[in-house]
């Protein structure tokens, strides 16, 4: 797949670690994590709603999850988890392609979506990346999910790719110098 990415750069994201107060008054704590979380994130997708998963992601037995955890934890990739008291609640990754690009996938417990954590864990996964050196990141999202779309659009991804029952988006980040 050749993903097209904008020629307009984006910038001003917030790297972790850091903690935001969401739309119900939760004081959400944003940070880096690594392979050591697992535990903690084999939980949460335990507890994920089969509802919200799209694209056959995240698996749904323990085996496939820690498995896929694995996959996705280790290597270049890049992973911002959201922690309300001392439980994982959402998790961002930023998962190399192969082509010097990013693919970005994000989960967001049922009970905290709506409020604002899943646009802080973009926004800080995205100044991650930026401390990072990376540049090019897209992501698909299933067309109907219109708060998702929305999400991305107000962060600074475009929609470049629409062939399908999903739709392509990208941004390009502003280099740092």
Known sequence: MTVRFPEDTVDGFPTPPRTVTDADGREIRLCEVT???????TAMYLDFDPEDRAQGIPPGDEDSIREW??????GEALNTVAYHDE???GHVMLVPDGDGSYELAIFVLQAYQGAGIGTALVRTALGLGQREGIQR???T???WNRPAIGLYEKIGFERT???????EMS???EPVE
């Open 69 to 74: 955890l694995e996959v996705v934890m280790t």
């Open 141 to 143: 999202v299933e067309r």
């Open 137 to 139: 990141i897209w992501l």
């Open 35 to 41: 392979y050591d979380d697992s535990d903690a994130l």
């Open 161 to 167: 790719g629409d062939d399908s029952f999903e739709l």
């Open 87 to 89: 439980s994982p609640v």
């Open 171 to 173: 941004l390009r980040l």
